[in-house]
């Protein structure tokens, strides 16, 4: 017997028959958003802007050049080859020139990586959240953690209105970073430092067809 299995069994015999029935937990929340098309890409926009990170929209044939914008604005537009690392299941089209692929390299040399480019699992439109679940397109957690600016690519079908609707999209299994606007903390004065646990800049592009009539 474990000494956990010793513990446990003292206090179930400590507990007797006293012990009261679990409750059923009462799911009634909300469980789809009432906001839909259009303007839930609006919504995601406004709410991931709010948390001080940039979004960039384009077309889906424009994905490459609206990134290498991303990371002209954010790095300068002399950033140099190297300088840059992408999820290696990124789509190949979505990649700009003079980008590396992420190899498993040891995660402390990513932190010498100026910027990393990855895909999203689902993005949260309410709370402007995006959640990474480490799959080929997202990357590894360090991919989005160590380089000082992070820019995902995120389609307009990933984008859901509540947490509910994106739990649901998500393996529980897998390892989910999720992520709300630049690293950011404050100290007890609440001066905002920001790059402190992750990225200190985050760059969203959000793919998504044109309007119909605009």
Avoid: F, K, N
């Avoid at 789509?91 to 910027?115: I, K, N, S, T, Y």
């Avoid at 995006?130 to 079908?157: E, F, K, M, N, Y």
């Amino acid at each position: 017997m474990s000494a956990r299995e010793d513990v446990l069994g003292r206090i179930r015999q400590a507990l007797g028959e006293t012990r009261a029935a679990v409750p059923e937990v009462v799911r009634d929340y909300r469980q789809e958003h009432p906001t839909t098309g259009p303007e839930l890409l609006d919504l995601v926009v406004d709410r991931v802007e709010d948390y001080r990170a940039t979004v960039l929209r384009c077309a889906p044939a424009d994905v490459a050049a609206t990134v290498r914008a991303a990371l002209d604005q954010a790095l300068g537009a002399g950033w140099a080859a190297g300088d840059v690392v992408v999820a290696p299941g990124l789509p190949q089209e979505w990649r700009p020139e003079g980008c590396d692929v992420d190899d498993d390299r040891p995660a402390v040399q990513l932190a010498d990586r100026a910027a990393s480019v990855t895909a999203v699992a689902v993005a949260i439109a309410e709370t402007g959240t995006l959640v990474l679940d480490g799959s080929p397109a997202c990357g590894r957690r360090a991919l989005s953690l160590l380089p000082d600016c992070l820019v995902c690519v995120v389609t307009a079908d990933q984008v859901v209105g509540g947490v509910p609707e994106g739990l649901a999209r998500l393996d529980p299994l897998r390892p989910l970073t999720m992520v709300s606007g630049p690293s950011a903390t404050s100290d007890i004065e609440l001066e905002r430092v920001e790059g402190v646990h992750g990225p200190r800049t985050l760059v969203v592009v959000l793919v998504q067809p044109p309007r119909v009539g605009g």
